[in-house]
């Protein structure tokens, strides 16, 4: 009987999230503690850095009753973010060699991708709570709560379990039929499901191109990331300096890393976005050095409204334009720019601008 009503619920979640676009889910329990220690040698060795809610959440990140109190089921989606004018479908691979190119290049400031368009975080968590409300109002009685990367969990377990893909050496989540650009969101339900069965089998085998693609060295073995290395971290969650002996390895990236990804061969599969909340702002998919530059505060928070830049602030968003500008290769008129920058920096970003002039000189 049980199992009968777990199906019957299973086929109602699959109805209801293709009628909304939501085509790759699964489910998982709640038990997470193969993670624990991984995830306990990692914050041990401080390699979270500043990210002070790691440590404060710690092993409870582990605990789905944290998220949910009741929770029995996590439902796991993937949504691919990458806009079909961007992936250049069906020559992926094309669409990889020109990124790493471009960045290589070191002619313009880079946007990570998943970035270009809007904050990730509204649009998922507003289509996964539409898509909860709707199963509520066909089987009342169950509680449910969304996640985007807004919760205490462990998702890429939790993807892992509910059979949407492995882990990577990088440690994002890969799906042989669809690489890894994509972003996951979980519905934590005490809604009796039938368990999808986990992805058990990585196939990474020998290769390390994610590893060695990354600038700063980051993935310090495989499954591993020291987040105090990693760009995306400086870049983003880093509030301090950013170390000068990583400055010159930042590039011209000015939010967020995709090296690792772009290196990845399975990325030849890469699926584009569905959503047109993902199509990239003109701003950020063909960013202008000295624009940005000469954007006052109130321009930043106007140009990034409802964008995931917004949340790493001014202050952060013009320390990474100083350290990208300090790395750029042949652009004219730069000195001039990070000049009249300085003449409204404060003491800390006129350490990175001094910096980056001694290099553009």
Known sequence: ??????????????SVAQAQGLDCMGVSD????????????????????????????????????TVFPGAIRIVSLRIPYVPVETLNQPDAATFTEKTLSEIESRKKPYVSLYARGRDYHKVIRQRLKRFADAVNAEVAGFGFRVTVDSAP???????????LG????????IHPDEGSLFFLGEVFTNMPLPVSN???????????????????????????????????YLTIEHDSEIPVELRPLVGTRIYGCDDCQLACPWNKFAKPAQYADFNPRKEFNQPDWFAMMRWTEDEFLKLTEGSAIRRIGYKRFRRNLAVAAGNSAGVAGMQEALLKMRESADAFLAEHIDWALGRVN
């Open 1 to 14: 009987m049980q199992a009968h009503q777990e199906q019957e619920n299973w086929a109602l979640l699959q």
């Open 30 to 65: 709640t038990n997470l503690q193969a993670c624990k220690p991984h995830l306990k040698a990692w914050l041990d060795q401080g390699m979270h850095g500043e990210m002070a809610y790691m440590e404060r959440h710690g092993l409870n990140r582990l605990n789905a009753e």
């Open 153 to 163: 969990t462990a998702e890429v377990e939790i993807a892992r379990k509910a059979g």
């Open 198 to 232: 986990s992805f058990e089998k990585n196939h990474c085998g020998t290769c390390n191109s994610c590893m060695t693609a990354c600038p700063t060295h980051a993935i310090v073995k495989p499954y591993q990331v020291d987040a105090r290395l990693c760009i995306s």
């Open 166 to 173: 492995w882990r990577g050496k990088h440690t994002l989540l």
